[in-house]
C-alpha cells in the first residue's frame, strides 16, 4: 500500500449489481487537506489479476475528454457515477469489480498516486 492509499474512501451504494442498476460511489476526504484527483477507474479481477476495465467515469465511454483533476475539499464529499460500460462502450461481463480513485503522479512509485479503493463488487 502506498502512502496516499487510503486518503479517500470509497463507499458503493451496493456489493451487488446487474447492469441496470444504478452505479454510485460516495467518495469522502480522509485527510486534513484538500486532495486533486483525476477520475473514478473501474478495474475488473481477471485471472488473479486487477485490470483497467474504464478509465474516469466522469467521461462518457468514447469520448475524448481533456483530463481535469477535481478537488476533494477536506472533509468533502463527492458523488460519482458508472454507466456499466468500459473504455470500448460495451457493458462488461459478469464478475468482481472495484473503484479506484487515482491522484497526480507520484515519482517515488513511477505511477500516479492510488487514493482509495473500494470494496469487490460484482456484476451479475
Not at 62 to 69: F, L, P
Not at 78 to 104: I, M, S
Request: proline share 2%.
Amino acid at each position: 500500500m502506498s502512502k496516499s492509499e487510503g486518503m479517500v474512501r470509497i463507499a458503493l451504494n451496493k456489493s451487488l449489481y446487474r447492469s441496470e442498476d444504478e452505479f454510485v460511489a460516495t467518495l469522502s476526504n480522509q485527510t486534513e487537506q484538500d486532495i486533486k484527483f483525476i477520475g473514478l477507474w473501474i478495474e475488473e479481477l481477471n485471472d488473479g489479476e486487477w485490470v483497467v476495465l474504464r478509465s474516469d467515469t466522469s467521461c462518457p465511454c468514447g469520448a475524448k475528454c481533456k483530463k481535469k483533476y477535481k478537488c476533494l475539499n477536506v472533509e468533502g464529499v463527492l458523488t460519482e457515477y458508472w454507466d456499466f460500460k468500459n473504455n470500448a462502450c460495451e457493458h462488461p461481463l459478469k464478475g468482481k469489480y472495484r473503484a479506484v480513485l487515482l491522484g497526480q503522479w507520484d515519482s517515488s512509485i513511477n505511477s500516479k498516486a492510488v487514493l482509495g479503493k473500494s470494496d469487490v463488487f460484482e456484476i451479475t
